[in-house]
């Protein structure tokens, strides 16, 4: 995800500075917590998101939710959280033995960060799971979507999700990342898979995509069913600074020429680094024809960013989310550069200028977005540009979604099963 927080010293805030957006929450007004002993409680349940034995928060029959917190000594507290949760924050009601609660609209099915706030100072929930996002661990909740099982954990053959370290000269340190590998990996032990670079988004890191995301799920299920092909994912941390380098100081706007450095530096990583480190350590096919690489929000401006640069290390591309910078002067600040119409011929230092080279090098461009993400800069008229000027791409809407996991899981669900085709 794209936001603007305040970590001290946070690369990761810096990079979502530079690409100003803004939250567009669902709205409703807030209602009471009901009382015991009303029907609309009696068919409440607790997310899967809580803790073991947590009573709250509890999602209605209906769809509503009850957030309750015990703390008899504060003087206000409210619930506040990310897209789709609603626009908040929703004032609480404190009950005389000191338990505060609220009930709030239906808010949008799917996976949303949430958090108190405790006499104004922000506190997680005691109750839930926390999940890295806004630059720290963060409470969240999972509202189920009806009729939605696709990253659901079934009765199906199932990969895994193994870490793997690695050093990087590049930055100078020990770096982390994810590896699903598919559920034959350990019994086919002759056969070799291509690989999807996957990436998360600003102020989340490399559990994303399997805590928030489900992604390993999402594979298996479609893996089980034949609609994709066996696949090896990785998910890396996008954030990268060179050796000995400061953490810049993002007071002002950052330049198209300052995120292109930044990005960069994270190419090199992946290209010269992690690519080889997978290489050697999985049973891949090392080679771009069976490469591709997608990111959300952030991690699909990086994704554009470092393939189009280096076309012969990936024939499969995708931006979930991702803003697509339209402007190529290096002085000219990010958020003016996303709002820019897109040209496809001067764009990323022209990679589309030549549409039939493209076509011919690239066996997927896939771009993906909400419905309700009217906020998100410059995607609909820079995948109009491409298609008038003649590139082939696939473009995916998720309806009724913002800018929040649900979009990138179904996202991904439509993404998948056209890798490696």
Avoid: C
């Avoid at 696709?150 to 340190?173: L, N, Q």
């Avoid at 330049?255 to 530096?265: H, K, Q, Y």
């Amino acid at each position: 995800m794209l936001y603007v927080p305040n970590p001290a010293g946070s690369l990761a805030a810096g990079v979502a500075a530079a690409a100003v957006l803004f939250f567009a929450g669902a709205s409703g007004a807030v209602e009471p917590a009901h009382p015991a002993g009303d029907p609309a409680r009696d068919t409440t349940s607790v997310p899967t998101s809580s803790v073991l034995g947590a009573e709250s928060p509890r999602i209605h029959g209906d769809g509503r939710v009850t957030f309750t917190l015990a703390a008899p000594q504060a003087h206000s507290v409210e619930v506040a959280g990310g897209d789709g949760l609603g626009k908040g924050p929703f004032p609480m009601t404190k009950a005389a033995e000191g338990t505060w609660s609220v009930t709030i609209p239906p808010p949008v099915p799917g996976f949303h960060y949430y958090w108190f706030l405790l006499d104004g100072v922000q506190v997680n929930d005691p109750a839930s799971h926390t999940y890295f996002g806004y630059g720290k661990e963060t409470s969240g909740i999972e509202i189920p979507e009806p009729g939605a099982d696709y990253y659901a954990i079934k009765d199906v053959p199932h990969g895994e999700v193994r870490e793997k370290w690695y050093f990087s000269g590049t930055t100078g340190e020990w770096r982390r990342a994810f590896v699903y590998t598919p559920p034959d990996y350990e019994t086919n032990l002759k056969r070799r898979y291509p690989v999807l670079i996957l990436q998360h988004g600003s102020g989340e890191d490399e559990t994303g995509w399997t805590r928030q995301g489900r992604a390993q799920w999402i594979l298996d299920n479609l893996i089980a069913a034949g609609r994709a092909q066996p696949m090896i994912i990785v998910m890396d941390r996008g954030y990268a600074l060179r050796r000995g380098e400061p953490v810049p100081a993002f007071t002002k706007k950052l330049t198209v020429g300052e995120l292109d450095r930044l990005f960069g530096t994270f190419g090199d990583v992946i290209l010269h680094e992690l690519i080889p480190t997978i290489d050697a350590s999985y049973r891949t096919i090392p080679d771009r024809d069976h490469r591709a690489m997608a990111g959300l929000s952030m991690g699909g401006m990086q994704t554009l960013f470092i393939t189009l640069h280096h076309p012969d290390e990936f024939a499969y591309i995708a931006s979930l989310s991702g803003p697509i910078m339209g402007g190529s002067n290096a002085s000219q600040p990010v958020d003016e550069s996303l709002h820019q119409p897109f040209d496809p011929a001067a764009g990323y230092d022209g990679a589309f200028a030549d549409p039939a080279k493209f076509n011919a090098r690239v066996r997927l461009l896939w771009f993906g977005v909400g419905t309700a993400e009217s906020f998100m800069p410059g995607i609909d008229g820079a995948v109009a540009a491409l298609k008038k000027s003649g590139i082939r791409l696939v473009y995916f809407q998720s309806p009724g979604t913002a800018h929040e996991w649900q979009t990138w899981r179904r996202s991904l669900n439509d993404l998948a099963p056209r890798l490696f085709r």
